[in-house]
């Protein structure tokens, strides 16, 4: 076990953004110990639980990750969670510092009638469910023909390709079984994503964009009346390209795939159309009557909000964490020793590495207050919050417990004749740290 007479920082949240800051923090000053606190079983976050199983070369960072966690001055507690079993004031009495990470996983919502039908679901929902979240919510896909995606930023576009992308082709993933078994038996044929502005004016990574259009067995719908009139003349080089890519695809012959996917610009849902569950959308669109469109499941892909932290406060419109300088504000003042790093701080904005530029700043923070930071706390002892969860019925899992829930999972890889197979039940991944 890690003692230490130097700074003891606790991060909350074993996502990138707090992985990234225990790096930095532990690389910067060997006189830094840092224990990461985790409300799951297993670490890395939006790592594992947001990002696409398809998308590989970016899961690879868990290789940079895995390094830090097993780092002599870091310490993994799974299965802890800070505003329950722990409280914020058990942390800041034992830590100089606590650094709030814990990203943004609520989807928002659209405001709009029938959006809580039955069929209705934020993408986080499933996203959460092709991730193997043991929180998720189970999809049945085998009698869904037709599904609308509303919102124009990259995580519609995860979830429009996870729904038409051929399932053999995802057995080289880590997702995990009972999933692949959904997605093999969908009867999703349509794929329909409601974007509010022009074409001239979408958030979609070119990258990700091509993407769809090279998936097999899938025609690219866009109406060339939709595009028509935008041109790329003075556009931002991102929705230029995106823009040139609509056009193209306006003037594809559709080639009479089995599946199809239909960009609607300028698309406004008014709403949710059903009497016990979604049948269709209304959508209002620029220069045209309110018009309806059948549909058997909605997912709405309108952005993420950060999940309250109990005892920390957040700002009403957004759900971020109030801060100056990386530094947390509590009624207006800096609250000393209380930082925040990653979508919790800044909103859910920006890819993977935009959180290792964030944790640099926060870490660069808590730096230059260390001297301060030492002072502030007198003596105390980070290592009797082991006896403090026990005596509260808590048995964290650590890094050991986490390289156990990763032999396990490729020990189920391979007798399904897969590489890694997530196990995604919460039983499973606490019996699976267990052994
Ligand atoms: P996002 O990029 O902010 O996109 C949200 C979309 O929802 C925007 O198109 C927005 O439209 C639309 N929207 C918001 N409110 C709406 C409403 N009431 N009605 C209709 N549309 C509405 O969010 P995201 O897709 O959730 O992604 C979050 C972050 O993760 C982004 O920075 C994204 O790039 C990143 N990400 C990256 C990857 C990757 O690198 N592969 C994958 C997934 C996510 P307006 O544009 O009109 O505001």
Redesign the pocket.
Known sequence: MVTSTGLRVAVVGSGPAGIYTANELVTAHPDITVDIFERLPVPMGLLRY???PD?TA?KSAAAVFEDVLAHPAVRLFCNVEVGGALSVDDLRQRYHAVVYATGASTG?R??IPGEDLQGSHS?AAFVAWYNGHPDAAGFRLRTVRAVGV?????????VARMLLKAPVELRCTDIPAPVLDELESSAVTDVHL????GAA???F?TK?LRELGGLAGVDIVVDPAHVAGARSDGLPAAAARNLNLFHAWSERPLSQAPRRMHLHFEA??VAVLGADRVTAIRLERSAEPVSELSLDLLLR????RPRPIAGVPSVDDTGTVPHRGHRVERDGEIAAGEYAVGWVKRG?????GTNRADAEETAAAILADHPALLRRLDGGDADVLVTLLAERGVTPLDYGAWQAIARSENELGARLGRTRVKLHEWEALLAAGRS
Request: proline content about 3%.
């Open positions: 947001g990002v696409a998308h970016i928002e659209l405001g993408a509303v919102g124009a930023g990259n995580v519609a576009l995860d409601f974007v509010r502005r004016d979408t958030k990574t990700e406004r849902p892909s309108i952005g993420y859910a904005t920006g890819v993977l």
